[in-house]
């Protein structure tokens, strides 16, 4: 009797998504296995053809996903002797790139195409990093705050009861945050991301530096392994350990977001990493202070306004924070795994008042610390401050830079007491 060797499993394309960024159009397939590929471009009229060999398509595989993307006709696919063919048909002649990712959660087997706009077909709003312009190195400038809202993309960050998800929570108080900031003379500041797309950790802060920032903000909303856990927390660099177990917890979930929205090797173009890494280090030695400061003054203002996790400030690995030019911190608006802050972070009352207790800590902190050659830093003012549960002369006058005799003596204190609620001026330094 012959034995009949079982059926091989298919390789199966079981769905494709895209997303747009200021740069690129990303078309992600959703395979059962790792993919064998080729991809190449066609003129006249514009195409990209990614060739998937061995593959078939899944029975809810639907090309309906492109009928929004700039300088996109469509998508459609077809099956061929060697496997299944996808096409994008284009106005314009993108510069695809692609790469394999391996499943992470809550994705499988990915086949990544990015399709780079031509630079005379860029179409993304002037507001989005990708086009700002890099601001000049002049006198009286103003302070400039880079606002990153984390995940986006492939990468929906954490998921909360009730459909809500991280990356959309996180860019509403993020706009929020740069419209506050902006309401102040002396500052602005940008969104690092504008929309539902995914960048890098690198490519974060390289956006920030080619604005020049004086200070990266990066904005979450994540979750614990308990939905217990609840409060907002705010997290400076460290490379010798975290500060608590959430700490530690926290910062390996995101050092995973590369993985998970989908960073491959063709986008790394680091030549000397060893090189680099020490340099990085090196230069970093001397935000670590400053960044302790600012996130201070953001942690005592969100006090203000909702439930802290921690008091102080924490730190843990957090690659996105690894800047060398600026101070950077990463705000934790609240856990989203906790039902009661989910619901709170949806609301747009609370996202205000986050984003204001936020861009109060940065102001706060840069009117002390003004930047050089900037407009705080000229035309510095004396600040008018509220006293606050906890506050003392002294403390007051450690974090604005001046002696306690010299803040007594422009409020006309014959002592150190002072009242919640009283207003004091904080001369200048």
Not at 56 to 72: I, Y
């Amino acid at each position: 009797m012959a034995l009949v060797a079982p059926p091989s499993v298919a390789h199966v394309i079981q769905s494709v998504r895209t997303h747009e960024a200021p740069d690129y159009i990303r078309v992600v397939l959703d395979t059962s296995e790792a993919s064998k590929f080729s991809v190449f471009e066609l003129d006249n009229p514009h195409r990209i053809v990614i060739d998937v060999k061995g593959a078939k398509a899944g029975r809810r595989l639907s090309f309906k996903t492109a009928n929004k993307l700039t300088h996109v006709e469509g998508l459609r696919g077809g099956r061929r002797e060697d496997g299944y063919r996808v096409v994008v048909d284009a106005e314009v002649g993108f510069k695809p790139k692609s790469f394999t990712l391996q499943p992470i959660a809550p994705y499988g087997h990915r086949l990544v195409t990015d399709l780079y706009f031509p630079s005379s077909a860029k179409t993304a709003p002037t507001t989005t990093p990708a086009q700002a312009t890099v601001a000049p190195v002049v006198g009286s400038r103003d302070v400039m705050i880079a606002v990153d809202a984390g995940h986006g993309g492939e990468d929906p960050g954490a998921l909360g009861p009730r459909k809500t998800v991280e990356k959309k929570v996180v860019l509403q108080i993020a706009r929020r945050t740069v419209n506050e900031i902006k309401k102040q003379k002396g500052f602005d500041a940008f969104l690092i991301r504008d929309g539902d797309y995914y960048l890098g950790h690198r490519q974060r802060t390289a956006l920030a530096r080619e604005k020049r920032a004086d200070l990266f903000v990066s904005i979450h909303a994540d979750a614990f392994k308990q939905s217990s856990v609840s409060g907002a927390s705010v997290y400076t660099l460290s490379d010798r350990g975290a500060t608590s177990e959430t700490a530690k917890w926290l910062a390996e979930r995101e050092n995973q977001s590369d993985m998970l929205g989908g960073v491959g090797d063709v986008s790394l173009d680091d030549k000397d990493p060893m090189l680099a890494q020490v340099l990085l280090d090196l230069s970093m030695d001397g935000n670590r202070s400053q960044s302790i400061q600012v996130g201070d003054a953001v942690l005592r203002n969100m006090g203000k306004v909702t439930k802290l996790h921690k008091k102080q400030v924490e730190q843990a690995a957090f690659l996105v924070l690894k800047s060398p030019d600026m101070p950077s911190i990463l705000v934790e608006t609240g856990f989203i795994s906790n039902p009661g802050e989910a619901r709170k972070l949806s609301q747009a009352s609370h996202q205000l008042k986050l984003a204001k207790a936020i861009a109060g800590g940065v102001q706060e902190f840069m009117r002390a610390n003004p930047p050089p050659a900037t407009w705080l830093a000229e035309r510095r003012e004396e600040i008018r401050y509220t006293i606050g549960r906890g506050d003392t002369i002294s403390e007051i006058a450690v974090r604005y830079g001046v002696t306690s005799a010299a803040l007594k003596k422009r409020n006309r204190l014959a002592s150190d007491r002072i009242r919640v609620g009283q207003t004091i001026y904080i001369p200048r330094g």
